[in-house]
């Protein structure tokens, strides 16, 4: 069993940053694909970015050039750094693990960008 634990949201004002880290529990980590969705109130679930278990990344359109995708497979994390925010990015992001073609999901965690 896969536990993912996700910390480091909170409110930020816009152009600030924070630093998302997700911490996975179990073996199969460095095989695995991880990656960052988000869900803002009223939206579907968008994936964020992700990384490879070979440290391939890829970043949706709306993040590229400020968040910034990060694994340790020595200590079975995955970090988001989110810089220069905005409002838009407000919403509750979640951290997934997929590896066998099962994904595994965090408990969330809520960014908030606001003046």
């Known amino acids: 069993q896969v536990q993912l634990v996700e910390s480091g949201g909170g409110l930020v004002q816009p152009g600030g940053s924070l630093r998302l880290s997700c911490a996975a529990s179990?073996?199969?980590?460095?095989?695995?694909?991880t990656g960052w969705y988000r869900q803002a109130p009223g939206k579907e679930r968008e994936l964020v970015a992700g990384?490879?278990?070979?440290?391939?990344?890829w970043y949706a359109d709306s993040v590229k050039g400020r968040f910034t995708i990060s694994r340790d497979n020595a200590k079975n994390t995955v970090d988001l750094q989110m810089n220069s925010l905005k409002p838009e990015d407000t919403a509750v992001y979640y951290c997934?693990?997929?590896?066998?073609?099962?994904?595994?999901w965090g408990q969330g965690t809520q960014v908030t960008v606001s003046s």
């Open positions: 997934n693990l997929g590896v066998g073609g099962i994904h595994y």
């Open positions: 179990g073996r199969i980590f460095s095989m695995s694909w």
């Open positions: 990384v490879s278990g070979s440290s391939s990344t």
